[in-house]
């Protein structure tokens, strides 16, 4: 094949990749977004909070499967190859998905519903888990040295297009259905969706490249794991508090959905405008990811965690001011998500470069994994916790602000591979 040829296979190899991890996290974060609806469906009783910490713990649950479909998924990745294992991260969320979508309500069945709807979510959450280690390592093994941050970044790019589908799902559906409709059957529709759509991305995924080396893969999966943890133990531990960071404030942001309904007494079509014009402001700064090719990784970390740092604060007093407008609210929580985003691509080639090909997808899967688990997967259940508890709007910037700084350390603790070093130093004479 010539090198065009090889060329424009890898960039079709990446598009499938990107559409087919857009889908996963569309499928996995959907449910936030209608979570209140589903409070109400899957959990008796009168309090309105206790049905939506049901709801979120069901939610948080999805993230305990995460680590054990890292270690499992990860490792056939390094072992079989990343093509093999992406096709099998996407059936399995399909099949949560459409369990979703298709479960009868707690009034229906009693306590059969939220007991499937817990299983559903476990599916998820391991398919999630295997997925994030083998598409960043595919897109990382697939781009030019130069372009590295440019091309892994599209795997927090895809996983915002899911936010945003998301959210624009909540809007239309509270748009078109009445409060009753919404509640009653129309938080179903984007989980349907999810489910039969993802056939078409099998398909495709199917057809992909390998990008990773016979001679570079593992030949068991005990092999893997042991070799992460007895040789790769520190890059771990700084992966999984710099992924805290990230995915405290990716969960906050998603979560505000509910916590302009539940929290600052705004409309559910309020609160799903506020995540939809956040998810744009996401995308719009990923695109900055891009510069850690020109800057270097941990530069364009540091200095985006520290800047987002210090809005935090005053943006959520602004927020949570009584004289807040709706105007107000969403330009604020705009520029706190295009802050926020700006640096987020680079934490994947970050992390990805920390390993060698041997382990990167087991190994990235599993910091991930852990880091959403431990952090993310709580994140929307403690938030609601503790404003119920404290009656304290500002707990959604105290928390973020508490995860960023241990992020900033960690970043500043892990050192890039001399292999990346001097692939960065390739890439530069080749731009020059």
């Known amino acids: 094949m010539s090198r065009s040829g090889i060329v424009t296979l890898s960039f079709k190899g990446r598009v499938a990749v990107i559409i087919g991890n857009y889908l996963e996290f569309y499928d996995f974060l959907v449910f936030t977004f209608f979570a209140v609806m589903i409070g109400d469906a899957f959990f008796p009783g009168d309090s309105e ?7 979120l713990a069901t939610f948080g649950a999805g993230f305990l499967t995460r680590p054990l479909g890292a270690a499992i998924i990860g490792s056939y990745a390094d072992r079989v190859g990343r093509r093999a294992a992406l096709t099998l991260t996407l059936l399995l969320m399909a099949s949560g998905s459409a369990l979703v979508a298709l479960t009868p309500t707690y009034a229906q069945i009693g306590l059969a519903a939220p007991v499937i709807l817990l299983i559903a979510r476990l599916i998820q959450g391991f398919s999630a888990g295997g997925e994030v280690g083998a598409a960043t390592s595919y897109l990382l093994e697939s781009a030019p040295p130069e372009k590295r941050a440019a091309v892994t970044a599209w795997q927090a790019h895809s996983q915002q297009l899911a936010v945003f589908s998301g959210s624009l799902a909540g809007v239309i559906l509270a748009a078109l259905l009445t409060r009753e409709q919404l509640y009653a059957w129309g938080w179903r529709v984007p989980f349907l969706v999810g489910a039969l759509v993802a056939p078409v991305a099998l398909y495709i995924r199917r057809q992909l490249p390998e990008t990773v080396a016979a001679n570079t ?53 309020v609160g799903t405008t506020l995540t939809l014009t956040g998810a744009v402001a996401s995308i719009a700064g990923f695109a900055l ?32 001011s009584p004289d807040a407008t709706v105007t107000t609210i969403i330009t604020i929580n705009v520029l706190l998500n295009f802050v926020f985003a ?27 994994s852990l880091g959403v688990t431990i952090f993310g997967g709580t994140t929307q259940f403690v938030v609601a916790w503790l404003i119920d508890r404290t009656k304290d709007p500002m707990v959604p910037a105290w928390y973020q602000i508490a995860a960023n700084v241990a992020a900033i350390i960690a970043i500043l603790i892990l050192a890039p591979r001399k292999e990346t070093m001097r692939d960065q130093r390739a890439a530069i004479a080749v731009k020059a």
């Open 49 to 55: 909070i206790g049905r939506l910490l049901g709801a």
């Open 217 to 269: 893969v593992h030949r068991s999966t005990g092999g893997v794991l042991a070799d992460l943890l007895r040789h790769h133990g520190r890059i771990i531990v700084c992966g999984i508090f710099i992924i805290c960071g990230g995915t405290v404030s990716t969960y906050v942001f998603t979560y505000m959905t509910t916590y302009a309904i539940t929290t600052l007494g705004l409309s559910a079509a």
């Open 289 to 320: 990811g891009a510069w850690a090719d020109r800057f270097g990784r941990k530069a364009m970390l540091v200095a985006t965690r520290v800047a987002f740092l210090l809005i935090l604060y005053p943006a959520y007093r602004g927020i949570t």
């Open 342 to 368: 700006t640096g987020i691509g680079a934490i994947y080639v970050f992390l990805s470069e920390a390993f060698p090909a041997a382990v990167r997808s087991s190994g990235l899967g599993l910091v991930y």
